[in-house]
């Protein structure tokens, strides 16, 4: 990967944690307000896409492993988070 590319991997990857995380605190902070299990699993949903491009970028940037490995960890996440927020969208 030439460095362009991996330092902008990087500054994105820094945006996705700090955009994630808000979105994902306020989330939370509604839920201990109101106690709506809607809110609660939207912010569980957006934490784990948050953590998934976190995931990815550690295996990406950190770990000696296929890069391949990488966009398979961060699909999971998004996969799983993104079932997360449909559930809270039908949850009472």
């Given at each position: 990967?030439?460095p362009?590319?991996?330092?902008t991997?990087?500054?994105?990857?820094?945006?996705?944690?700090?955009?994630?995380?808000?979105i994902?605190?306020h989330?939370f902070?509604?839920?201990r307000?109101?106690?709506?299990p809607?809110?609660?699993a939207?912010a569980?949903?957006?934490?784990?896409?948050?953590?998934g491009?976190?995931?990815?970028?550690?295996?990406?940037?950190?770990?000696?492993?296929?890069?391949n490995?990488?966009?398979?960890?961060?699909?999971?996440?998004t996969?799983?988070?993104?079932?997360?927020?449909?559930?809270?969208?039908?949850?009472d």
């Amino acid at each position: 990967m030439t460095p362009n590319v991996a330092t902008t991997l990087v500054v994105l990857k820094t945006l996705a944690l700090l955009l994630g995380g808000s979105i994902t605190y306020h989330a939370f902070k509604a839920y201990r307000r109101t106690r709506s299990p809607a809110l609660r699993a939207l912010a569980i949903g957006f934490g784990v896409v948050t953590l998934g491009a976190i995931f990815g970028g550690v295996v990406d940037q950190l770990l000696p492993l296929d890069p391949n490995l990488a966009l398979v960890v961060e699909s999971l996440f998004t996969t799983v988070g993104f079932g997360i927020i449909l559930y809270s969208l039908y949850v009472d």
